[in-house]
DNA sequence: CTGTTAGCGCTTTCAG
DNA sequence: CTGAAAGCGCTAACAG
């Protein structure tokens, strides 16, 4: 079956199609009987408008691209789901990529990305990325790009993130005040700003409550598994090993939760553990796990949004701002209780 | 900054832009010296093809679409990584839509697929459809679509599902040899072949035991979870109450864990739980959920790859196949200690 | 081996 | 109020 087209339309109506084009954008200019009777041909058979030709002629595509580093993840999972609530309500369609950590997908993802496929781009970054100016590709497009979580702070678009010093203060307090003395930190990538933000939030803890910083606390993590869970044993075998753990992501918790498992460490009485985790079903959940909550689904809307307001207004360049909302400490067992 | 495009790199050159194009293109028909010229060139200037250009042109968009319920579910989200996965691969571009068991949504959204902006569709049905008829306006365009997990039985097309009957037999049964008498079964929408066959197995199990079918355990679910939770209360509050739950969906176990903690049920003293779940959090999860759990990302890889033959193969038309993975039968303390 | 040309389906001046 | 015509950027005959 052919598809129908402007043309056809035109052909059945013995009209121009100019006029039937007319017909679905400019209600002026046009009566209003031609129009009722192109609208009510088109429904009939089931027109739509071609989107790859009205596409090339505008030079809109009515759709954006999602660049984040994994999908399994519960933090990403809601924020997509924000993301595309919001899509779905202005009729944009979502493209979506995973870069897997693996800063040469992003760049390619991003190189893709400027010629038209989509109006505007939404972007957490991959953790191992050092230069980001790739993304310069995409201003120089006049493609709007808007940051969630995983931020550039140097870049100079639209940023929106948690209050992640104020977590990491907030988490590290947390394991002082349930007598926790030797606490150690788990995070991934120092090229993350967000991962920095956090520790600067846990060593400025230790500093007010007058710990010391041990180096050898602080664990830097891959984005192998495998060599985290041995990083993270080790940790849990030093001669002075930690009795908190304040874990910034939550994959890092559960390689925690299992190490400590092998070595027979009892949660929370010989360690307590908090992690930045946004796994929801409490009902299930191991109760021993205190966690700081992300309001991913919020950023998620939050940052498209912003996205589609600018392509809206044709506000090419996304203001330098920084958006941020709150995380929340939700206390479990492991810590509440002695 | 203008984007670059076939006609610029023409003019730089001194060469049509037919062989600018077919530099791209067709290898042979063309000087190797040109060819190298033209793409060393492009490189330079980063030039990539228009893709509504070249898709309106070809009718073919290099893009696929993928049709869910839902994201925030672990069986999704491991289904779309093995998507995407394959999609990266050949270099395929991944549109998602979210119906939220909406039927409306899921007609809308096929509405707008069947005119060229994707090559191909993946779909898992939302809940509450009763007339697939939707589905025919994309074969009628020539526009492959496979099914996966949500398949509609009596589609003319590949569907990938996983061995539910089987799976709803051997949960039943793994309740049956922990000693339950009274196995209730929740279930989320009769409209769902996927639900009928679990069911199917549920029933063959009982009558396989010697145990007889009792309406009254037989909870049909909804799209809303606080009816749900209500419905589960009920259940538990019977007087003749269960002493083993079947769910046939992740969520609706997490509700009912939460039901028995309000009622004070003990699990898996007073009740043992099994459910469909793709948790795969183990060392967080609480121990007492036995689960049967789909090969999601291995689904999603199947469908994925099934279509992309079909649509390098220009074979328009996807065979009428059922392509049956198996799920695995995870048993933990809920049922595995008496 | 290279160039000319028509046209994918739509939008948008510009004339009438 | 309606229509003719140009052209978005690319591809694919077809000539040369």
């Known amino acids: 079956m052919d598809p129908i087209n402007l043309k056809k339309l035109a052909e059945i109506l013995n009209v121009s199609v100019s006029t039937v084009s007319k017909a679905f954008r400019d209600s002026y200019d046009i009566s209003p009987e031609t129009k009722s009777r192109i609208l009510s041909l088109a429904k009939e058979l089931n027109y739509q408008p071609n989107p790859y030709a009205s596409g090339l002629r505008t030079q809109k595509s009515k759709t954006i691209a999602v660049i984040i580093p994994e999908i399994a993840n519960n933090f990403f999972t809601q924020a997509i789901d924000g993301i595309e609530s919001i899509a779905q309500e202005k009729n944009y369609h979502v493209l979506i990529y995973f870069t897997h950590e693996d800063y040469t997908k992003e760049v390619a993802f991003v190189q893709h990305l400027q010629h038209g496929r989509v109006d505007g ?50 988490a590290t307090q947390h394991l002082v005040e349930q007598g926790c003395k030797k606490i150690a930190h788990l995070f991934f990538s120092k090229d993350l700003s967000i991962a920095n933000h956090r520790m600067e ?92 909550t992300q309001p991913a689904f919020e950023m998620g809307k939050e940052a498209a949004s912003i996205l589609f307001n600018a392509l809206e207004n044709n506000s090419v360049s996304i203001a330098d701002q920084k958006v941020v909302l709150n995380s929340t400490l939700v206390k479990r067992k492991s810590t509440s209780r002695e």
């Open 201 to 292: 939030g846990y060593l400025q803890s230790l500093h007010d409550h007058r710990l010391p910083v041990n180096e050898k606390l602080i664990v830097q993590c891959t984005a192998n598994h495998v060599t985290n869970y041995g990083l993270i044993k080790n940790l849990l075998k030093q001669k002075h090993r930690p009795d908190g753990i304040f874990s910034s992501f939550e994959k890092l918790a559960l390689l925690s939760f299992e190490a400590c498992e092998e070595l027979a460490l009892n949660i929370p009485r010989d360690i307590k553990i908090i992690s930045f985790s946004n796994i929801e079903t409490a009902a299930l959940l191991n109760p021993s796990l205190s966690t700081i």
């Open 121 to 170: 781009v939404l972007i957490s970054l991959s953790g191992d990325a050092k230069d980001r100016s790739h993304l310069d590709l995409l201003g120089h497009r006049d493609i709007p790009l808007v940051f969630f979580d995983r931020v550039d702070d140097h870049a100079k678009t639209t940023r929106v993130t948690t209050n992640d010093f104020e977590s990491g203060y907030m």
